[in-house]
């Protein structure tokens, strides 16, 4: 049986507030954080101790729970937490799903639905590859960046148990390390063979034939099919078109935002240039939006959409 992460250990809901394994001191140390606040949960958002587009919308719905247990503004807390990170869509997602209810269950039942639409996903995923795949995945779209499981990473789970699965190349994923440090980590603990490259080493795998297929996560997918993911990933499609390898989004359909057409309207944030370099001036941005048409297929926990996604991802709605 493979080991993964328990989705509390991941992130939480106590009484008086909410609990997040600090991703940014992973995999060095296993260290808590608690927030007793909206705000102090937006800020966990903003900072990163919690990332990755699923994970972000479950920290927002146990942020409202929270303050709507302790007694605090909805409307502030709303708003403080929504303006914390701009591109994942699943954060106003969730935050829509809390306003009819901000009771501890519901936002509950928001995470385990989302590491359940994750195995759903994942299996769907799986069914789309042969025995001795090769894979390479960029970012984390692991257990920490969903709440449990994985979207690109449950992905690999399900095809390691499967026995699909021979190899993972993990791009580190600058400036952050999400790969280096995260996928790696949860790679490791799952006991899957896999090596971390640096970024710029995945066209020359790709060249020397030891790339099969590309998983990556998304944190807003518009109508048509373009996608929104860490940045590094639109590099990643056209290099995959190139070698004629086939390039998968896996996402829940909680990261389709039917109200944008194109990629064109994802806003797409801009973190600290210190994130960069400390020494020369820099810019940092930190996603970037992948053309539908580099995308050979978008999985959710529905099925495997294809192009015409305009079509085929109109069935991607959350299922109430
Ligand atoms: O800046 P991050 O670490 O929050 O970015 C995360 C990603 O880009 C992931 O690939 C994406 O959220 C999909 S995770 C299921």
């Known amino acids: 049986v493979t080991t993964y992460l328990e989705p509390e250990r991941i992130l939480r809901l106590e009484a008086d507030r909410v609990v997040f394994l600090d991703q940014r001191r992973l995999p060095l140390e296993e260290v808590e954080v608690s927030c007793r606040t909206a705000a102090e949960v937006a800020d966990a958002i903003r900072t990163m101790v ?39 869509v699943n954060l106003a997602w969730a935050l829509d799903e809390m306003r009819a209810d901000p009771s501890a269950g519901h936002a509950r039942a928001i995470h385990h639905d989302e590491v359940e639409r994750c195995r759903r996903m994942a299996a769907h995923a799986a069914g789309l590859l042969g025995p001795g795949t090769r894979a390479l995945t960029h970012c984390n779209a692991g257990g920490l960046a969903t709440g449990g499981y994985g979207s690109a990473v449950g992905a690999l789970l399900a095809a390691w148990e499967r026995d699909l699965l021979a190899h993972v190349w993990v791009d580190e994923t600058r400036p952050l390390l999400q790969g280096a440090r995260l996928t790696a980590w949860e790679l490791e603990t799952a006991g899957i063979p896999h090596a ?21 996560g998304a944190d807003r997918i518009a109508r048509n099919g373009d996608t929104a993911n860490k940045i590094g990933t639109y590099a990643l499609a056209v290099l995959a ?25 994802i806003p797409i944030e801009e973190r600290d240039p210190a994130e960069v370099t400390g020494r020369f001036t820099a810019r940092n941005p930190a996603f970037d939006v992948t053309p539908a048409a580099l995308i050979t297929a978008i999985v959710t926990e529905h099925g495997v959409h294809e192009p015409p996604y305009e079509r085929s991802l109109e069935a991607a709605v959350v299922a109430a």
Do not use: N
């Not at 078109?241 to 309207?265: C, K, L, M, R």
């Open 50 to 88: 919690v990332r990755g587009a699923p994970a972000i919308g479950i920290a927002a719905a146990y942020g409202m729970a929270l303050a709507a247990a302790t007694g605090e503004d909805l409307v502030a807390a709303d708003a403080v937490l929504r303006e914390s990170r701009p591109t994942a």
């Open 196 to 216: 971390v490259i640096a970024d710029s080493a995945a066209a020359s795998r790709m060249a020397a034939g030891e790339v099969d297929v590309v998983f990556t």
């Open 241 to 265: 078109s190139h070698h004629g390898i086939p390039f998968y989004i896996v996402a829940p359909s909680s990261t389709v935002d039917h109200a944008i057409a194109s990629g064109d309207e």
